[in-house]
Nanobody
């Protein structure tokens, strides 16, 4: 079993920055892919993928965050990060960390990001 715990959310003004962290309960070295997803209020049950990073370090981003967000992983610390710059009001959401191993997905409880003046 794998537990994921997110942190780093909070209130930030438009144009500001936040760094989200995801701590895994065991080694992430062998995990195929880790990523961040978000769910905004009023957007229904479906969330939006934000960024993913594979175990070889390749990353990909949703068009809406490309150039502003950066995903990274530290296998030695079992951590994944999401650096969010130039935040917009539309980035406000509950952000979830995800890990995939084979056909199994693991999720954390999420951390709230509020972007407001």
């Amino acid at each position: 079993q794998l537990q994921l715990v997110e942190s780093g959310g909070g209130l930030v003004q438009p144009g500001g920055s936040l760094r989200l962290s995801c701590a895994a309960s065991r080694s992430i070295f062998s995990l195929n892919r880790m990523g961040w997803y978000r769910q905004a209020p009023g957007k229904g049950a479906s969330g939006e993928w934000v960024a993913i990073i594979t175990n070889d370090g390749s990353s990909d981003y949703a068009d809406s965050v490309k150039g502003r967000f950066t995903i990274s992983r530290d296998n030695a610390k079992n951590m994944v990060y999401l650096q969010m710059n130039s935040l917009k009001t539309e980035d406000a959401a509950h952000y979830y960390c995800n890990a995939r191993q084979g056909a199994v997905d693991y999720w954390g409880q999420g951390t709230q990001v509020t972007v407001s003046a």
